[in-house]
């Protein structure tokens, strides 16, 4: 399975600057409050649960990802309080989670997703009404050599910068490994020449629902990605 391939080199990708800056806007822009019930979909290694742990240690995470290896290096992290993590295809789990969180959130998921709108279907009826959804996904053309560019020059200092210069070899294999999937996605889902979920216009499709209020979309992950943000109303919109 590529993803558990991926998983070897996956924490070098989420080291990345760019990656990090991500992170943060994407733990902004959920609006966290203590007691609040989040659903990490697709959660990897954990990259979210750290950041998570560190700003909003009063909320309650749930992880899921379908990669054992994944879940093997999120779990084996210093945790001082564990998010609760699951092993489980997101749209089975997800089958009993109706009305359940307070937040749903996505790290680079949509665009491998089987069927985007099937799960996304399933990712509204989990939220609580008056809950909200925040997701990154890469745009069409994603260039990760843009990401390590923007990491090298953000590295300071002789020994930052050959410390970064040290990770190359693997992260052009992350590279790779990352590429040899998305090909298996496009052509798992006969999707060559559908790249509406890798397309601003097209993912406001994507998230139009009865149920969420208009989706926000803007550049995120150093212009390689977006950020879609949408809140669901306490009745279907009409």
């Known amino acids: 399975m590529l993803w558990n391939l991926y998983a070897a080199c996956f924490d070098l990708v989420a080291g990345l600057a760019p990656y990090q800056d991500m992170l943060d806007e994407v733990v902004t822009e959920l609006g966290l409050r203590p007691g609040m019930r ?7 290694t ?15 995470v749930v992880a899921v990802d379908a990669s054992p290896a994944m879940l093997v290096r999120a779990r084996r992290r210093p945790w001082s309080t564990s998010p609760r993590f699951v092993a489980a295809d997101i749209d089975d789990f997800l089958a009993n989670e109706k009305g359940s969180f307070d937040r749903v959130v996505s790290v680079n998921v949509i665009w491998a997703l089987a069927n985007p709108r099937r799960t996304i279907e399933h990712l509204v009826d989990c939220l609580a009404p008056g809950g909200r959804m925040v997701h990154s996904t890469p745009r069409w053309c994603f260039r990760f050599d843009v990401i390590v ?3 090298l ?47 601003a216009d097209g993912l406001a499709r994507l998230f139009s629902h009865s149920s ?17 943000t949408c809140d669901k109303t306490a009745a279907p919109l009409v």
Not at 46 to 60: F, I, Y
Not at 171 to 196: E, F, K, Y
């Open 149 to 151: 560019a923007r990491h």
């Open 212 to 228: 969420l209020g208009p989706a926000t979309i803007r550049p995120i992950y150093a212009g390689q990605g977006f950020l879609v």
């Open 38 to 44: 989040v659903l990490d979909a697709g959660c990897g």
């Open 153 to 199: 020059r953000r590295a300071r200092g002789g020994r930052g910068l050959l410390r970064a210069l040290r990770l190359l070899p693997a992260l052009a294999v992350a590279g790779l490994l990352n590429l040899a999937i998305v090909l298996r996605v496009l052509a798992g889902n006969h999707a060559w020449r559908d790249r509406s979920r890798w397309q």
């Open 46 to 60: 954990g990259a979210l649960e750290v950041r998570l742990a560190q700003r909003h240690p009063d909320v309650e």
